[in-house]
């Protein structure tokens, strides 16, 4: 991207006149990056997605964003003949750099199938060659991680994660990358959180990682969801994700992010000690004594 680009007065007064901060921002990250993607902005922004389309619309109300494609549905890829796929690989150049590079990724011959699907996620989801093979090291990558170290993605994997892409528009070399960049910030604050849950030694399930990643999307880092963590044992005397959630889902209504605040305006109520029994018991055992020492004086006058 241009270092050059610089935003027209005629977009300064726009954004001045909607008083709109957060749209303010997305404008100057769709500028410096070059394209809009709803992923890569919310991380940016330090904001859930949501909140970023929200900013997004603000910018199309204003005339400063083009309004979305029409969302390419997800079906099958289209079938496509062994003998075009072939020919293609003869004539297009970057297409026979992306076969070429995935087998040497995958340590194998690609089957008929797999070149199918390849072909598919390049001719029909529209994925540069470039963009591709970033996204077939950070399949293996992801798969291994969760997998185990040698264990390789299926053609079905890699297909899905393409679908992905394409629907978030990360059709170009920066919006890969810095889309890789997040995830990597996203995969660091899942393991501190899964650490702060004292989840160790096995992998998260689907279930688990779909909640820590909302609560990731929502604002929450590790300290805090240590926190509810400590107060759903405290209630439930377990690990109860929905019970957990629950309480974070509250605090993010309240924008109550760190533990500070958490303490400020949603303070744990600890059971205190009935003031009156207290007292009861102390006179009780006062009279006791008292009975006691009389009785012991009685014995000794007698």
């Not at 899905?160 to 810095?178: P, R, S, T």
């Not at 605090?251 to 003031?275: C, H, Y």
Request: glycine share 8%.
């Amino acid at each position: 991207m241009s270092e050059e680009t610089l935003m027209s007065a005629e977009a300064a007064d726009k954004l001045l006149a909607s008083a709109d901060g957060r749209a303010a921002l997305l404008y100057l990250h769709i500028l410096r990056s070059g394209g809009f993607s709803l992923t890569a902005a919310a991380g940016v922004l330090r904001c859930s997605e949501t909140e970023a389309a929200l900013a997004a619309d603000t910018l199309r109300r204003l005339g400063l964003l083009e309004k979305p494609q029409e969302p390419l549905r997800r079906t099958e890829l289209p079938p496509v003949r062994a003998e075009d796929i072939v020919g293609r690989a003869e004539t297009d150049g970057a297409f026979r750099g992306i076969v070429c590079e995935a087998e040497r990724a995958l340590g194998r011959v690609l089957s008929s199938h797999d070149l199918e699907v390849l072909f598919g996620i390049y001719d029909h989801l529209g994925l540069p060659a470039d963009v591709i093979m970033l996204l077939l090291h950070h399949c293996i990558e992801e798969y291994q991680e969760r997998n185990g170290p040698g264990r390789m993605p299926t053609m079905r994997y890699i297909e899905k994660e393409g679908w992905f892409w394409a629907e978030q528009e990360i059709l170009n070399l920066d919006a890969a990358e810095e889309h890789l960049l997040l995830n990597r910030r996203r995969r660091a604050a899942e393991e501190q959180v899964k650490e702060a849950l004292q989840i160790r030694g096995r992998n998260l399930t689907a279930s688990e990682r779909k909640y820590i990643e909302s609560w990731i999307s929502m604002g929450f880092g590790a300290d805090a969801v240590a926190v509810a963590y400590d107060r759903t044992m405290l209630n439930t005397g377990r690990l109860a994700w929905k019970y957990m959630d629950s309480i974070l889902r509250s605090w993010s209504e309240k924008q109550l992010f760190t533990p500070e605040a958490i303490e400020a305006g949603d303070p744990m109520q600890r059971p205190k000690r009935p003031a009156a029994a207290g007292a009861e018991n102390t006179q009780q055992k006062l009279k006791d004594l008292q009975i006691l020492y009389n009785n012991i004086n009685g014995r000794k006058e007698g």
